[in-house]
């Protein structure tokens, strides 16, 4: 645990700087004194370290959210010298929360009146969480279908939000009435855990202030997120093409009934909110409520969490809330059957028609959340993998898993992974996997009863699937005309097909009659034999896109290497992929709880160990397997921890006495990682298939003494990160429902498992706490730091008292409007750019990883992004980088635009910099091009051609917005081209 501690301080120095530099030491002391204060106010009588809390009820945390928001505002703006109202803050802001109100009463109201028709014990103690889910369902369906026929519009919405209100009046008033007036039962919890719950809504504060945005400010949020939402909320209907959306649909009503961009967030947000809670009531089945809010906070808490709750709001969060609430309906019905019968008599029981109304529901949410991102399949492989170990055993668990895989495999679901797999291996893998699973489901199967019972669950549990799946399944064929397996899952794109392949460019016809350039014409003018011996370049986009978050190593390292990287964020260093410290914070259970094993059972499990830990330090600081072991520990004496505090420099040396003796056994197994690194990708899915069981067999002292729940939930989150490995790529955000159960799993065996070695090894524990809450310090200062805004390069030279753009403040006080924010955030030659590109709604804009689509009017039927810039490369390529050639072909596309954004090549992970280079050749393409000139850009250079003079480093220069010149004075992010 000391090595990974070292390592993640020597790769996460921004922890370091928010620790030196934070500014809100006042802000933090005074969020203490509130607390106490609300402890005392509370409290009736303390008991031992515990406190009684008196009366208290969950919806008093709103009016200190409210308080929260307005103390920040009023420290950030101060700190800042910055203008603000507090009355035109508190005003607006309590506004906006009661429209945001509305849309959740709608929601709840009708949920809860569909929750009283088929009400059960099943969900019993989760009773507001799937009022409010059915409700988000029947909402999502009623205006799926109003954008089918082209009404989702004011009055069409209001009148359904009005109706769903009305539908459940009296389930609502009697919640508010539980809730408000009813005498609350007694709450004991540890004062820390009361901290714990200040530190969530404090940062559940600041996030919500950041959205409060008059426009997205992320970038998927802007380029999809959002931009399909406020894209309907134009059209009045559905957009075509795009896999289903219902989340999206719901956000839009921001746009649709409020005119508003920060109600759209706060909807897309709250799932997370949701999901917190879920976790807290989750844990409360098994462990205490202090732990279980322990368990909350850390994986709310956790940047990846934050970066979507504060910055780049998406789909995922509301995704998770469904997938973590059927986790949390199948672990509360069996945790409870469990306890009143015997686990082996559960495989054995009959099923009954509360567990297929468990079952319904359960389908009913992974239905949803499909309709929201097809990466729930991976929840749903990993639920079906837990019903079968809880109902038959460890055998057929992995059949029905393996099954799973088969199936994902089948319908080309790795397509949208890094991984490449060709159409015969493909068929060679589900042959494989449906084979392993035939013979898992032989060894577990003895009796015929037990495969009707799970049939009969497992039906329950797809029917609701397909059937919230239908609507989408249809619209994308009648968008189509024809069907197919590929037809169901995704519309037909009303975006200009530019070209299906670059392989197609040598059919093409190239035309030059409108130039009149004989000589262009004939550079390119060639024989069939001599076009064939062009260097066509290879298509690298998905591999820069998606294989980042692998990282660059090659063949099976790159997989079994991904929860290192991830935590020490060697492949992707930014907020928006930081876990922390979630994953290899299970090093220590592997190892403690070996020692309830067998001797030579530990052994081995611990051995395994070793040699992965090993082998996985070795594939990040030696990938090419090309140095020696005396090289490698030079490079890492070399690291600079950046912190500029002589204690941090002092653990270089520790971290080189722990990593040695890993590094001399990697060094002794280099052949074994040439093997590996010499697997192909197939290759690699195979391994990470055996390595599944292996890995659950490495967990078997942790499971020993655990509840049968708990053991499931292991189960549950090493399929679940198997499938995330395979068909996410590793891509952080997609793992959310793993990571969710993975803070509650971490919680629950370090310090409440009854049988935990932690219980007799008191100082393992001790040891493994101060982490926990160093870790939270650490994110909480982070959290309070401009990180969110993007890393800076000089942090000594950084304002760290700008946690938002103080403009956001402003925007929420009332004090600036749309146009005032939007040149807060970007700037006038940008605001020229966009109406530049709304002058003609008609026209073709070549994107090249522009952020600006949400703002271009009917983005989705003339803006073609080639952010990776394949096509290009294709056009350029066999056009002999031929100007002319390329324009001429461009705009016998229908192109009269390119936009650039000037940081695109930035994105590039790749070890032979392929994006890096194609942004050159389109760089050149555009320098001195006579056929192209530049509109707009917010680049600011050097030129001696200026058209203004301004003083620079001491001397009069001349200066004017271009993106080549002598040198650059403001680096800028956008530049449009136009098409002579």
């Given at each position: 645990m000391l090595l990974v501690l070292t390592d993640f301080f020597g790769n996460s120095t921004d922890y370091i700087y928010a620790l030196r530099f934070i500014k809100?030491?006042?802000?933090?002391?005074?969020?203490?004194?509130l607390c106490l204060l609300l402890i005392f106010l509370f409290v009736k009588r303390p008991i031992s370290f515990q406190l009684r809390i008196n009366n208290f009820r969950w919806i008093y945390l709103y009016p200190v959210l409210l308080l929260l928001m307005v103390l920040f505002a009023a420290f950030h703006q101060s700190k800042h010298g910055a203008d603000w109202s507090f009355s035109g803050f508190l005003l607006n802001t309590i506004i906006l929360h009661l429209k945001f109100f509305l849309v959740l009463i709608a929601s709840f109201s009708s949920g809860a009146f569909l929750f009283s028709v088929i009400k059960q014990d099943v969900v019993k103690g989760f009773n507001f969480f799937i009022s409010i889910s059915l409700g988000?369902?029947?909402?999502?369906?009623?205006?799926?279908?109003?954008?089918?026929?082209?009404?989702?519009?004011?009055?069409?919405?209001?009148?359904?939000?009005?109706?769903?209100?009305?539908?459940?009046?009296?389930?609502?008033?009697?919640?508010?009435?539980?809730?408000?007036?009813?005498?609350?039962?007694?709450?004991?919890?540890?004062?820390?855990?009361?901290?714990?719950v200040f530190i969530a809504v404090l940062v559940t504060a600041v996030n919500f202030i950041s959205i409060t945005t008059a426009v997205p400010i992320g970038f998927d949020s802007l380029t999809l997120y959002l931009n399909t939402p406020m894209l309907m909320s134009q059209s009045g209907e559905l957009i075509k093409g795009q896999m289903p959306y219902y989340w999206s649909i719901i956000m839009g009503i921001g746009y649709v009934v409020f005119d508003s961009n920060p109600i759209a967030q706060y909807i897309g947000i709250f799932g997370g909110v949701l999901s917190m809670l879920l976790v807290v009531q989750i844990g409360r089945l098994f462990i205490s409520v202090n732990w279980a809010i322990f368990a909350a906070v850390i994986f709310y808490c956790m940047p990846l969490v934050l970066w979507q709750s504060s910055t780049e709001v998406k789909t995922d969060l509301g995704k998770l809330?469904?997938?973590?609430?059927?986790?949390?309906?199948?672990?509360?019905?069996?945790?409870?059957?469990?306890?009143?019968?015997?686990?082996?008599?559960?495989?054995?029981?009959?099923?009954?028609?509360?567990?297929?109304?468990?079952?319904?529901?359960?389908?009913?949410?992974?239905?949803?959340?499909?309709?929201?991102?097809?990466?729930?399949?991976?929840?749903?492989?990993?639920?079906?993998?837990?019903?079968?170990?809880?109902?038959?055993?460890?055998?057929?668990?992995?059949?029905?898993?393996?099954?799973?895989?088969?199936?994902?495999?089948?319908?080309?679901?790795?397509?949208?992974?890094?991984?490449?797999?060709?159409?015969?291996?493909?068929?060679?893998?589900?042959?494989?996997?449906?084979?392993?699973?035939?013979?898992?489901?032989?060894?577990?199967?003895?009796?015929?009863?037990?495969?009707?019972?799970?049939?009969?669950?497992?039906?329950?549990?797809?029917?609701?699937?397909?059937?919230?799946?239908?609507?989408?399944?249809?619209?994308?064929i009648i968008e189509h005309g024809n069907f197919s397996l590929t037809n169901l899952m995704e519309g037909k794109d009303p975006a200009p097909v530019l070209l299906g392949s670059v392989n197609d460019l040598s059919n093409l016809d190239f035309n030059f009659s409108d130039y009149n350039l004989e000589k262009d014409f004939q550079v390119i003018s060639m024989s069939n034999a001599e076009m064939e011996i062009i260097d066509f370049p290879e298509n690298t986009g998905r591999v820069e896109e998606l294989g980042r978050y692998l990282g660059s190593e090659k063949g099976f390292p790159r997989f079994f290497s991904l929860p290192y990287d991830l935590t020490m964020r060697k492949n992707v260093n930014l907020l928006s992929t930081d876990i922390g410290l979630m994953f290899l914070m299970f090093l220590p259970l592997l190892i403690f709880s070996g020692r309830k094993m067998d001797k030579k059972v530990w052994g081995l499990s611990l051995s395994i160990l070793w040699v992965w830990m090993s082998l996985t330090l070795w594939s990040v600081y030696n990938p090419e397997n090309t140095a020696g072991t005396n090289e490698i520990i030079d490079q890492i004496s070399q690291k600079n921890y950046g912190s500029g505090s002589a204690f941090f420099s002092h653990l270089s040396g520790m971290h080189l006495l722990l990593i040695y003796p890993l590094l001399l056994t990697a060094g002794l197994l280099s052949p074994l990682y040439e093997i590996l690194a010499s697997l192909g990708d197939l290759g690699s899915v195979i391994c990470i298939l055996v390595s599944l069981p292996v890995l659950f067999f490495c967990f078997r002292g942790v499971r020993l003494n655990s509840q049968p729940i708990i053991s499931a939930l292991v189960f549950f989150s090493f399929?679940?990160?198997?499938?995330?490995?395979?068909?996410?790529?590793?891509?952080?955000?997609?793992?959310?429902?793993?990571?969710?159960?993975?803070?509650?799993?971490?919680?629950?065996?370090?310090?409440?498992?009854g049988g935990s070695v932690?219980?007799?090894?008191?100082?393992?524990?001790?040891?493994?706490?101060?982490?926990?809450?160093?870790?939270?310090?650490?994110?909480?200062?982070?959290?309070?730091?401009?990180?969110?805004?993007?890393?800076?390069?000089?942090?000594?030279?950084?304002?760290?008292?700008?946690?938002?753009?103080?403009?956001?403040?402003?925007?929420?006080?009332?004090?600036?409007?749309?146009?005032?924010?939007?040149?807060?955030?970007?700037?006038?030659?940008?605001?020229?750019?966009?109406?530049?590109?709304?002058?003609?709604?008609?026209?073709?804009?070549?994107?090249?990883?522009?952020?600006?689509?949400?703002?271009?009017?009917?983005?989705?039927?003339?803006?073609?992004?080639?952010?990776?810039?394949?096509?290009?490369?294709?056009?350029?390529?066999?056009?002999?980088?031929?100007?002319?050639?390329?324009?001429?072909?461009?705009?016998?596309?229908?192109?009269?635009?390119?936009?650039?954004?000037?940081?695109?090549?930035?994105?590039?992970?790749?070890?032979?910099?392929?994006?890096?280079?194609?942004?050159?050749?389109?760089?050149?393409?555009?320098?001195?091009?006579?056929?192209?000139?530049?509109?707009?850009?917010?680049?600011?250079?050097?030129?001696?051609?200026?058209?203004?003079?301004?003083?620079?480093?001491?001397?009069?220069?001349?200066?004017?917005?271009?993106?080549?010149?002598?040198?650059?004075?403001?680096?800028?992010?956008?530049?449009?081209?136009?098409?002579?």
């Open positions: 809100y030491t006042d802000f933090l002391f005074l969020n203490a004194v988000f369902i029947l909402l999502a369906l009623i205006l799926f279908i109003l954008a089918a026929f082209g009404h989702y519009t004011l009055w069409p919405v209001v009148v359904v939000l009005i109706l769903l209100s009305g539908v459940g009046w009296r389930e609502t008033l009697e919640f508010f009435r539980k809730e408000v007036f009813k005498k609350q039962p007694e709450i004991v919890l540890h004062p820390a855990a009361i901290f714990l809330f469904f997938v973590l609430l059927a986790v949390a309906l199948v672990v509360n019905y069996y945790f409870r059957k469990i306890i009143s019968e015997d686990e082996k008599n559960i495989r054995t029981l009959a099923v009954k028609k509360e567990e297929l109304i468990l079952w319904g529901l359960v389908g009913l949410l992974c239905g949803f959340a499909l309709g929201i991102k097809f990466t729930a399949s991976m929840t749903i492989v990993a639920l079906l993998g837990m019903l079968f170990f809880i109902r038959a055993g460890f055998y057929s668990a992995f059949g029905i898993v393996f099954l799973g895989l088969a199936f994902l495999f089948f319908i080309d679901a790795h397509q949208f992974s890094a991984i490449e797999i060709v159409s015969s291996d493909k068929w060679i893998l589900v042959l494989v996997l449906t084979i392993s699973s035939i013979v898992y489901f032989l060894l577990s199967f003895n009796k015929r009863e037990n495969f009707l019972h799970l049939f009969k669950l497992i039906l329950a549990f797809i029917v609701p699937i397909f059937v919230l799946l239908a609507p989408w399944a249809g619209k994308n399929v679940f990160f198997c499938c995330w490995v395979l068909f996410a790529s590793g891509v952080p955000w997609y793992g959310f429902s793993g990571l969710a159960i993975a803070s509650l799993l971490l919680v629950t065996l370090y310090f409440c498992d932690y219980k007799k090894y008191r100082g393992v524990s001790i040891f493994s706490m101060l982490i926990l809450v160093l870790w939270l310090v650490m994110i909480l200062t982070l959290r309070l730091s401009p990180y969110a805004l993007g890393k800076p390069t000089q942090p000594e030279q950084t304002d760290f008292s700008t946690v938002v753009n103080p403009a956001t403040i402003q925007y929420a006080s009332g004090q600036l409007d749309y146009d005032e924010y939007f040149l807060s955030v970007f700037n006038p030659q940008t605001k020229l750019i966009i109406e530049e590109l709304n002058r003609d709604t008609e026209k073709i804009v070549f994107n090249v990883g522009s952020m600006m689509r949400f703002f271009i009017h009917d983005n989705h039927k003339r803006v073609f992004d080639d952010n990776q810039l394949d096509f290009f490369t294709g056009i350029w390529g066999m056009s002999n980088k031929s100007m002319v050639a390329s324009v001429n072909r461009f705009k016998s596309f229908g192109v009269d635009y390119f936009l650039l954004d000037l940081d695109v090549h930035t994105m590039d992970r790749t070890t032979d910099g392929t994006l890096t280079k194609k942004v050159e050749e389109f760089v050149e393409f555009l320098h001195n091009n006579q056929y192209i000139e530049l509109i707009g850009t917010d680049r600011l250079v050097e030129h001696p051609l200026g058209d203004r003079q301004i003083e620079h480093m001491g001397r009069m220069i001349l200066v004017r917005n271009d993106i080549f010149g002598t040198q650059i004075i403001e680096r800028g992010k956008l530049a449009l081209f136009r098409l002579k």
